[in-house]
């Protein structure tokens, strides 16, 4: 095996070992337990290379920052923790969760990103690992978990006792699909909202078999704006890789509104002018019944309220 060899910055020059370093970071941060089989799966190899991994970031560019932790039977952040290959930003575990990192976002010094290129993201929203850990812990685990919670309806933190089966990234924020104890449904908590670090508790008794908003497939369908000319229907056919000039996402019944949201889509065309609007849905009757609230497709795009 090639000795490990350093660019000026001091970083290690391999981009493999660039992204197992950046695993171990994102995960053990994020997620709060890392294993060899991280290692295994993400990259194909085998546990003695994943142990050996650990070992060298440990040793020779993170010391101190993990601990083996034997409950857990696997590593977890010390307190100490400070990110060597990482931002400690919670969108590079949403890009390492989607497999899209982008090397030049962290490693500035390094001549990775391709010429004439450029990304935009959307604003880095409020999450710290703390909150995110245990909520995640309570998706595996099957637990309920006490939170201090803010909401546009009651502003002031109160006591929730919720039970989390799903963390969901909507493309701007980060929320929790869980059982709302208080009011005896499943809503979706938006993760920025929780003011305290969540207290794991007592076993779930409403896991993710049990909503049916979650469980039920629904197909979005999006089609040009019959407002615009035929010439324009076209263009933004093309636009969106429509095929017969439909779209069709296919999505979970409690996502429908967050992809519209995405899509800027209004489900009051009228709202917009067709140059703006661009796409209408096209199957409304079906889409309708899970629509969150109209607010949250206003053009404003304000902050989804928890319903």
Not at 23 to 50: C, D, K, Y
Not at 67 to 73: S, V
Request: glycine fraction near 6%.
């Amino acid at each position: 095996m090639a000795p490990l060899t350093q660019n000026p910055q001091g970083w290690p020059a391999r981009w493999d070992l660039l992204l197992r370093y950046r695993l171990i970071e994102v995960i053990s941060l994020w997620e709060g337990r890392l294993t060899t089989n991280h290692l295994m799966r993400a990259f194909g190899i085998g546990r003695q290379q994943a142990s050996k991994d650990i070992n060298t970031y440990l040793s020779e560019h993170g010391p101190g920052n993990l601990e083996y932790d034997r409950h857990l039977k696997g590593y977890r952040p010390t307190p100490s923790f400070r990110p060597v290959f990482t931002r400690g930003l919670a969108d590079e575990y949403l890009h390492m969760m989607h497999a899209r990192e982008d090397l030049a976002c962290s490693f500035e010094g390094l001549t990775v990103r391709e010429l004439n290129t450029e990304a935009l993201l959307p604003p880095a929203r409020d999450l710290r690992p703390e909150i995110l850990r245990p909520i995640l812990q309570a998706c595996r685990e099957g637990k309920r978990v006490e939170i201090q919670y803010a909401s546009l309806t009651n502003p002031e933190p109160e006591y929730r006792v919720i039970q989390p089966h799903t963390v969901v990234h909507s493309g701007y924020r980060w929320h929790a699909r869980a059982w709302c104890e208080k009011s005896g449904e499943f809503r979706d908590f938006v993760l920025s909202r929780i003011s305290d670090t969540p207290g794991i508790t007592l076993p779930a008794t409403h896991r993710v078999e049990l909503d049916d908003a979650w469980n039920t497939q629904v197909t979005v369908l999006l089609v040009p704006d019959p407002r615009l000319t035929v010439a324009q229907q076209a263009v933004i056919a093309r636009d969106y890789g429509m095929r017969d000039g439909r779209l069709e996402i296919p999505t979970r019944g409690a996502l429908v509104s967050y992809v519209l949201q995405q899509l800027r889509v209004d489900s009051d065309p009228e709202s917009r002018s067709p140059e703006a609007q661009q796409v209408v849905i096209g199957n409304k009757s079906e889409v309708k019944p899970w629509l969150i609230t109209q607010l949250l497709l206003d053009v404003a795009f304000r902050d989804i309220a928890e319903t």
